[in-house]
């Protein structure tokens, strides 16, 4: 199947009714008539169910459906995108190892990995995480690279490629998250990541109706190296798979972050649309970025898309579909940019993007309210930085709104 097709049928599990849509099963347990099959479930030699927060065949559907969308090997659902992003951290890591990841991490990522010093891992943050920094920051601890494939809200473009190519050359693990790309704008995996990570609560789920997080195994020979020892009894039993083996048999079980059943259906309906949204997040955020250009009042328009960006290049490398539906722009005062926002009637102040309506926020007094100056500094982050989520309501409407609200500055 293509793309779209995928988007609809791909791994499609209904029930013997003829159901369309995949079942929500509401039930925290499954019962079995035979205890030998409940024993191979437990043991995993046999496909089945047995409690919710291990399995549940809504959740299952989902996880199947992102996995054939990514070209992954398969996908785990966790609860948020933050505990997918935790759990998959620390299913590499241990005390002494080192983790390198770029420093224009969306906020909560930022904080997450710095916190991970508390636990004795070493952190190393490179402002621009490309072949050189990269290869100048890894040593024989480093167990892990982290980074987005477009940085939020710094918006500056993964080279995927030189990066993965590096981490292979030095057998480490390349974790990227895509929330603000998603598969329709980019597959890391075909570039050689090991693990994709989504929060599903934006661009995925496309409405806004529900949190969640999804983690995609490409599948990996890495851990077999003897760096990754902790791999070893998952590497003997599940080969390339060891990495979701692990998960699924360790931190996953012990924290528990299920994603709801309820959650998993509503992005199993919001997932079909993915692609007809993308296309019109890409198109109008466009427009809006070349819009917003032609205002004097607004300085520093950074939109990847845009020819003028110093990321066009990857843009054309990568991004052949569009260039994501955020951009960030810069009004010179933070009392100018609340000003903004206060007259704004269409376009929602509120923290959140990927949905069908535009949204928009002041990142330093809120999403990054927790990182020091010198963090906002590497994080892009400015006094008087606006970021936009671009909706798909009709672009007239949406610019309409934004030259009435620049009016009263
Ligand atoms: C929102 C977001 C997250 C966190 O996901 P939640 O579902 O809110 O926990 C992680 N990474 C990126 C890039 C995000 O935009």
Redesign the pocket.
Known sequence: MKFNTKLIHGNLKTDATGATNVPLYLSNAYAHTSAKKLENIFKGKEMGYSYTRISNPTVTSFERRIASIENGLIATSAA???SA?YISIMNIVEPGDEIIASSSL?G??YTLIRNLKLLGIKVRFLENIDKATLKEAINKNTKLVFA?TIG?PKLDVLDIDSVSKICKENNIVLMI?S??TTPYLVKPLEYGADIVIH?T??YINGTSNS???IIVDGGSNKYMDLKYENFRPYTKKYGKMAFTAKLKDTIERDIGPALSPFNAFLNLTGIETLSLRMKEHCKNALTVAEHLMQNSKITDVNYPGLENSKYYDLIKKYYSNGSGGILTFRLGSKEKAFKFLDNLKLILNLTN?GDTKSIIIHPSSTICANNTDEEKQQMGVYDDLLRLSVGIEDVEDILEDIENALKYI
């Open positions: 948020s995108g933050m992003i969306y909560g990522t987005e939020n998250d929330t603000i929060s609560s934006k949190i969640g997080g993007i």
